[in-house]
């Protein structure tokens, strides 16, 4: 059906069932993340980062509390494409043929960034943050007794944000193919971009400028390869909609 003559309850019933399938799909990744998650969680324990750290539960229902969280995220990545596609399939028919070819292909790009995003973080980031927040406990005299929630809590807090911002360059390649932002506006706000950036990186590193810079650089090189891709993808869009139109005269 051609969604640009569907009714509103025809989008709705659309919507519905896009959301189905992504609940279906969901419903089996957990299932399947039920068979690796406690070697998952055993792998991450004894982190180089970690493995001089003794975990602790504070709480009786802490270790049950990690484990489903890390089912729950391992779910939502497994399921990921699923839900790019359905996206792409809700919105698709309201694009160009060369768009809707263009645009599948952000899917696999997507995920490939957003695992990027997590290996970055947990390879690089996390051992320095761990090492950071270990050696000025120890300069202050103070042993850390390590919960094993906290522990997981700060994991993800470090590793999670990333893989979403790393998603950048396919984010605004998105937006500009449909036309919703240009090369033009993103350069022209780059120096609020790059404060929002800034902030985000002070909030979730260390308070030290070498934690800060290793955050912040890798940001702000995002951001302008971002801008370097939506300017090759709003220039392909121009150049379909010229063709579009010859085509039609």
Known sequence: MNQNHMTILEHIDELRKRLMIIVVFFVFAVIISFFIVQPLINILQNAAAAKDLTMNAFRVTDPFKVYMNMVFILALIMTSPVILYQIWSFVSPGLLEKERRATLGYIPASVFLFLAGLTFSYFILFPFVMKFMLGLSSDMGITSTIGINE???FLFQITLPFGFLFQLPVVLLFL????????????MIRKYAYFVLFVIAALITPPDIVSHLMV????LLLYELSVWIATIGYKKAQAAEAEQREETI
Not at 176 to 187: C, E, H, N, Q, S
């Open 216 to 219: 912040t650089v890798p940001l």
């Open 176 to 187: 500009t193919r449909l036309g919703i932002v240009t090369p033009m506006f993103l350069k």
């Open 151 to 153: 522990y997981f809590q």
